[in-house]
C-alpha cells in the first residue's frame, strides 16, 4: 500500500484553477520530487498534504486513512520551508526542541534526542546560538533537523535550497538525501530546479500548468520525456525543426540536411526532433559518421569552458545547436567559422511532440 | 573613492539636533526655576518655590495618578484587544487588510472635538450611559491610539514573516494557540513595546477628550496644567519639567520590564524589524 495517496487534488485561487486532478502515490521511504516552474501549483500540492491550504476536490491518504480534513498540526508531517521559518527567540537547541515540547516528552529526553538530532546534521558546535548567529545553510541545517527530530511520518520540503548559494546547495541536497536515506523516511521534495531533482530523487513528477505531465525515475525523465515541455524543462535541449521529405524511410530535411530517422517512419508534414547536448559527437578531421549516426554540417559559433565540460555551439541551417563535449577530449584550435561536422546516433534523436 | 559625509560633519548635525530638541526644554526648567525674569538674559534669582508649590497641591499629585491610571489601562487593555485582533486579519482574513488599515488611520482624521461631541452623544444614554466617567475616556483613548497600535503590530507581523512560522510550529505538533502564544508573541515583543510605548505617551499628554470628555469629574495630569498656565507660567513650567521626567521614567521603566523578560533571541527579532516598524509610526 502507498504510505502517501494523493487522489484527484484539485485547488482554485478565485477562478484560477491551479492544481488539476493531481494523482499521486508515494511509497514506504521513498524520495518523490515535484518539479516544475514556478505557478505550475507544486507547492500548492504539497501544502494540501502539509494541511496548510484547503483542498477544494480530492483526498489525501497517510497509510490508507483519509487525512484530508485533519489540521496539520495532526497531520504528523514534517516541513522544511523554502524562508527556512527558525523561531528567532530560540537558540537551535530549541528550535529543534520545540515540536519534543509540543508532544510533552519529558525534559531529559527533549534534550537528549535534540542534541542528538543536532549532531546529525552536524551542527552540535552552534546548537546554543541563535538563528541571526547563524549562516543560511546552517540554519536549514536546524529546520532539518527540527522536523526529524519528531519522527515524522512523511517529510515535505518547499523549495529548501533555493535560497542559498551554488556550493552550499549541492552540500545540503547530499546531506538531506544522506538523513532521508538513513532514516528511511518518505519524502516529497518540491523544486523548480531540474538538476536538484535529477540528482536527488527516486522519481520525479513533472507538473505543469497545475498537472502532472510526467512521473517516472529521473534517468526515464531525461531520457524518454514525455512531451515537448518536459523535454525542454529537464535538462538542455536542442530542436530541429524540419520536413519529412521520405515517410516511409523517416527522411527529415532540416535546411536542406537529410536526416534519417527511423522513429520517424510513417510521419509526415513538419516535424521537430531534440537531441540533448551530451549526445552529439564533433567529427574530427574528417571523420565519417559511423552507422546508425546522422550526420550534420554546422559553422562553429563558439566554445565556452565550464569546467568539466566545453559547450561548442554551432549554427546548424539557422539553428543553434549546443554540444558538450568533455574537457580532455583534444579538440583542435576551436576558432569561430570553422566548418564543424556532428555525429548523432539516431536512437538518441527524440520525436518531439 | 567612495564619499562620505566626514565625521565632522555627522558631528555637528547631531549637535544641531541635539540643540533643536534640547533648547525647549532647557529653557522650560530655566523657567521654573526663574524668580525674577524680567529684562536679562538669564534669570537675575533662582528659586524651588514653584516645585515646592506644586508638590504641596494635592490636586496635582491626584492628577499625576489619574493620568498614569488611564494611560496604563490604555496600554494594557489596547494590547489586549489589538494585538488579537491584527494576528487574526493578518493571518486568516488577509482580504480585510485594507479595511482594518483604513479603520485604524481613521482617527487621525477625526478632529478630537468631534470625536467627542460624537462620543458623549451616544453614550449620555442608552444601554452604556458612560459618558463623564473613567470608561468613556480609556475606550476613546484606545481608539485614538490604534494607528500606533494597530500599525505597529502589523508591521512586527509582516517583519518575522509571522504566516510562516506559525506553520512551522504547526507542523511540529502546536496548535494555533500555543503557536500563537509561543512563537508569535515572543518575536513581535519589540513591536508590542514600541507599540506600547507610543500608546503610552500618546495618552499621557492627550488634552482635548480628557477636557471635553471628562473635565472636572475625573481631572488629568494635562487638565491641571493647562489650568496652571492660566494661573502662573512658573508653576506650570515645573509641571511640564515633572511630567517630562515622568514619561521618560516610565518610558524607561517600560523598556527594561519588557526587556528583562526577554532572551538574546527577541532582541535580534527586534533588530530585524526596526526598520518597517518606523515606518509605521511615520504614518
Same mark, same amino acid.
Given at each position: 500500500?502507498?504510505?502517501?495517496?494523493i487522489?484527484?487534488?484539485?485547488?482554485?485561487y478565485?477562478?484560477k484553477?491551479?492544481?488539476?486532478?493531481?494523482?499521486l502515490e508515494?511509497a514506504?521511504?521513498?524520495f518523490?520530487?515535484?518539479?516544475?516552474?514556478?505557478?505550475?501549483g507544486?507547492?500548492t500540492?504539497?501544502?494540501?498534504?502539509?494541511?496548510?491550504?484547503?483542498?477544494?476536490?480530492?483526498?489525501?491518504?497517510?497509510?490508507g486513512?483519509d487525512i484530508?480534513?485533519?489540521?496539520?498540526n495532526?497531520?504528523g508531517?514534517g516541513?522544511?520551508?523554502?524562508?527556512?521559518?527558525?523561531?528567532?527567540n530560540?537558540?537551535?537547541?530549541?528550535?529543534?526542541?520545540?515540536?519534543?515540547?509540543?508532544q510533552?516528552a519529558?525534559?531529559g529526553?527533549?534534550?537528549?534526542k535534540s542534541v542528538?538530532?543536532?549532531a546529525?546534521v552536524?551542527?552540535?558546535?552552534?546548537?546554543e546560538?541563535?538563528?541571526?548567529q547563524?549562516s543560511?545553510?546552517?540554519?536549514?541545517?536546524?529546520?532539518?533537523?527540527?522536523?526529524?527530530v519528531?519522527?515524522?511520518?512523511?517529510?515535505?520540503?518547499?523549495?529548501?535550497?533555493?535560497?542559498l548559494?551554488?556550493?552550499?546547495?549541492?552540500q545540503?541536497r547530499?546531506?538531506?538525501k544522506d538523513?532521508q536515506?538513513?532514516?528511511k523516511?518518505?519524502?516529497?521534495?518540491?523544486t523548480h530546479d531540474?538538476?536538484?531533482?535529477?540528482?536527488?530523487?527516486?522519481?520525479?513528477?513533472v507538473?505543469?500548468k497545475g498537472k502532472?505531465v510526467?512521473l517516472?525515475?529521473?534517468d526515464?525523465?531525461?531520457?524518454?520525456?514525455?512531451?515537448?515541455?518536459?523535454?525542454?524543462?529537464v535538462?538542455?535541449?536542442?530542436?530541429?525543426?524540419?520536413?519529412?521529405?521520405?515517410?516511409?524511410?523517416?527522411?527529415?530535411?532540416?535546411?536542406?540536411?537529410?536526416?534519417?530517422?527511423?522513429t520517424?517512419a510513417?510521419?509526415?508534414?513538419q516535424?521537430?526532433v531534440?537531441v540533448r547536448?551530451e549526445k552529439?559527437?564533433?567529427l574530427?578531421?574528417?571523420?565519417a559518421?559511423?552507422?546508425?549516426?546522422?550526420?550534420?554540417q554546422?559553422?562553429?559559433?563558439?566554445?565556452a569552458?565550464?569546467?568539466?565540460?566545453?559547450?561548442?555551439t554551432?549554427e546548424?541551417?539557422g539553428a543553434e545547436?549546443?554540444?558538450?563535449?568533455?574537457?580532455?577530449s583534444?579538440?583542435?584550435?576551436?576558432?569561430?567559422?570553422?566548418?564543424?561536422?556532428l555525429?548523432?546516433?539516431?536512437?538518441?534523436?527524440?520525436?518531439?511532440? | 573613492?567612495?564619499?562620505?559625509?566626514?565625521?565632522?560633519?555627522?558631528?555637528?548635525i547631531?549637535?544641531l539636533i541635539n540643540?533643536?530638541?534640547?533648547?525647549?526644554?532647557?529653557a522650560?526648567?530655566l523657567?521654573?526655576?526663574?524668580g525674577?525674569w524680567?529684562?536679562?538674559?538669564l534669570?537675575?534669582?533662582?528659586?524651588?518655590?514653584?516645585?515646592?508649590?506644586?508638590?504641596?497641591d494635592?490636586?496635582?499629585?491626584?492628577?499625576?495618578g489619574?493620568?498614569?491610571?488611564?494611560?496604563g489601562?490604555t496600554?494594557?487593555?489596547?494590547?489586549?484587544?489589538?494585538t488579537?485582533?491584527?494576528?487574526?486579519?493578518?493571518?486568516?482574513?488577509?482580504?480585510?487588510?485594507?479595511?482594518?488599515?483604513?479603520?485604524?488611520?481613521?482617527?487621525?482624521?477625526?478632529?478630537g472635538v468631534?470625536l467627542?461631541?460624537g462620543?458623549?452623544q451616544?453614550?449620555s444614554?442608552?444601554?452604556?450611559?458612560?459618558?463623564?466617567?473613567?470608561?468613556i475616556?480609556?475606550?476613546?483613548?484606545?481608539?485614538?491610539?490604534?494607528p500606533?497600535?494597530?500599525?505597529a503590530i502589523?508591521? /512586527? @507581523?509582516q517583519? +518575522?514573516?509571522?504566516?510562516?512560522?506559525?506553520?512551522?510550529a504547526? *507542523?511540529?505538533? $502546536?496548535? =494555533?494557540?500555543? &503557536?500563537?502564544?509561543?512563537?508569535v508573541?515572543?518575536?513581535?515583543?519589540p513591536g508590542?513595546?514600541?507599540?506600547?510605548?507610543?500608546?503610552?505617551?500618546?495618552?499621557?499628554?492627550?488634552?482635548v477628550?480628557?477636557?471635553?470628555?471628562v473635565?472636572g469629574?475625573?481631572?488629568?495630569?494635562?487638565?491641571v496644567?493647562e489650568?496652571?498656565?492660566?494661573?502662573?507660567g512658573?508653576?506650570?513650567s515645573?509641571?511640564?519639567?515633572?511630567?517630562?521626567?515622568?514619561?521618560?521614567?516610565? /518610558? @524607561?521603566?517600560? +523598556?527594561?520590564?519588557a526587556?528583562?523578560?526577554?532572551?538574546?533571541? *527577541?532582541r535580534? $527579532?527586534? =533588530?530585524?524589524? &526596526?526598520?518597517?516598524?518606523?515606518?509605521?509610526?511615520a504614518q
Amino acid at each position: 500500500m502507498a504510505h502517501v495517496k494523493i487522489e484527484g487534488l484539485n485547488k482554485f485561487y478565485g477562478s484560477k484553477h491551479v492544481v488539476k486532478d493531481v494523482n499521486l502515490e508515494v511509497a514506504q521511504g521513498e524520495f518523490l520530487t515535484l518539479l516544475g516552474p514556478s505557478g505550475c501549483g507544486k507547492s500548492t500540492t504539497l501544502r494540501m498534504v502539509a494541511g496548510f491550504e484547503t483542498i477544494d476536490a480530492g483526498k489525501v491518504y497517510l497509510h490508507g486513512k483519509d487525512i484530508s480534513g485533519v489540521p496539520a498540526n495532526r497531520r504528523g508531517i514534517g516541513m522544511v520551508f523554502q524562508s527556512y521559518a527558525l523561531f528567532p527567540n530560540m537558540s537551535a537547541l530549541d528550535n529543534v526542541a520545540f515540536g519534543l515540547r509540543m508532544q510533552k516528552a519529558a525534559a531529559g529526553t527533549i534534550r537528549e534526542k535534540s542534541v542528538k538530532m543536532l549532531a546529525e546534521v552536524g551542527l552540535e558546535q552552534v546548537m546554543e546560538q541563535f538563528p541571526y548567529q547563524l549562516s543560511g545553510g546552517q540554519q536549514q541545517r536546524v529546520a532539518l533537523a527540527r522536523a526529524l527530530v519528531r519522527e515524522p511520518e512523511v517529510l515535505l520540503l518547499d523549495e529548501p535550497l533555493s535560497a542559498l548559494d551554488a556550493k552550499i546547495r549541492i552540500q545540503l541536497r547530499e546531506l538531506i538525501k544522506d538523513i532521508q536515506q538513513r532514516h528511511k523516511i518518505t519524502t516529497i521534495y518540491v523544486t523548480h530546479d531540474q538538476e536538484e531533482a535529477l540528482s536527488i530523487s527516486d522519481r520525479i513528477a513533472v507538473m505543469d500548468k497545475g498537472k502532472v505531465v510526467q512521473l517516472g525515475a529521473p534517468d526515464e525523465i531525461y531520457a524518454r520525456p514525455a512531451n515537448r515541455f518536459v523535454a525542454t524543462f529537464v535538462g538542455t535541449l536542442n530542436q530541429l525543426t524540419g520536413q519529412i521529405v521520405d515517410g516511409a524511410r523517416g527522411v527529415l530535411d532540416v535546411a536542406g540536411q537529410k536526416l534519417t530517422v527511423p522513429t520517424l517512419a510513417g510521419k509526415s508534414g513538419q516535424v521537430a526532433v531534440g537531441v540533448r547536448p551530451e549526445k552529439i559527437r564533433v567529427l574530427l578531421n574528417g571523420a565519417a559518421a559511423e552507422a546508425g549516426e546522422v550526420a550534420l554540417q554546422g559553422t562553429l559559433k563558439s566554445a565556452a569552458l565550464l569546467g568539466t565540460i566545453v559547450r561548442v555551439t554551432a549554427e546548424v541551417g539557422g539553428a543553434e545547436v549546443k554540444v558538450d563535449v568533455l574537457n580532455n577530449s583534444r579538440l583542435p584550435g576551436l576558432t569561430p567559422g570553422a566548418q564543424l561536422s556532428l555525429g548523432i546516433s539516431q536512437e538518441n534523436l527524440m520525436v518531439l511532440e | 573613492m567612495n564619499k562620505r559625509p566626514s565625521a565632522s560633519g555627522a558631528t555637528i548635525i547631531l549637535i544641531l539636533i541635539n540643540l533643536y530638541l534640547g533648547v525647549p526644554i532647557l529653557a522650560t526648567f530655566l523657567f521654573s526655576i526663574a524668580g525674577r525674569w524680567d529684562s536679562t538674559v538669564l534669570p537675575e534669582s533662582y528659586t524651588f518655590h514653584w516645585y515646592v508649590q506644586m508638590i504641596t497641591d494635592p490636586g496635582v499629585l491626584a492628577a499625576i495618578g489619574r493620568s498614569f491610571l488611564v494611560s496604563g489601562a490604555t496600554v494594557v487593555l489596547g494590547l489586549l484587544v489589538v494585538t488579537p485582533a491584527a494576528f487574526i486579519t493578518y493571518q486568516f482574513l488577509p482580504a480585510l487588510k485594507g479595511t482594518m488599515r483604513f479603520l485604524a488611520l481613521l482617527p487621525y482624521a477625526l478632529p478630537g472635538v468631534i470625536l467627542a461631541v460624537g462620543l458623549i452623544q451616544l453614550y449620555s444614554s442608552g444601554p452604556l450611559p458612560i459618558a463623564g466617567t473613567f470608561w468613556i475616556l480609556l475606550f476613546s483613548y484606545i481608539i485614538v491610539t490604534l494607528p500606533f497600535m494597530y500599525n505597529a503590530i502589523t508591521n /512586527s @507581523l509582516q517583519a +518575522i514573516d509571522a504566516k510562516t512560522l506559525m506553520e512551522a510550529a504547526e *507542523s511540529l505538533g $502546536a496548535n =494555533r494557540m500555543a &503557536a500563537f502564544v509561543q512563537v508569535v508573541v515572543p518575536n513581535i515583543r519589540p513591536g508590542l513595546i514600541s507599540a506600547g510605548l507610543l500608546t503610552f505617551a500618546v495618552s499621557l499628554g492627550e488634552f482635548v477628550l480628557a477636557n471635553m470628555l471628562v473635565g472636572g469629574r475625573f481631572q488629568t495630569l494635562q487638565l491641571v496644567l493647562e489650568k496652571a498656565m492660566h494661573i502662573d507660567g512658573h508653576l506650570s513650567s515645573a509641571m511640564v519639567m515633572l511630567y517630562f521626567v515622568l514619561v521618560a521614567f516610565s /518610558s @524607561l521603566m517600560l +523598556i527594561a520590564v519588557a526587556q528583562g523578560g526577554g532572551q538574546r533571541g *527577541s532582541r535580534a $527579532a527586534g =533588530r530585524a524589524q &526596526a526598520g518597517s516598524q518606523m515606518t509605521g509610526y511615520a504614518q
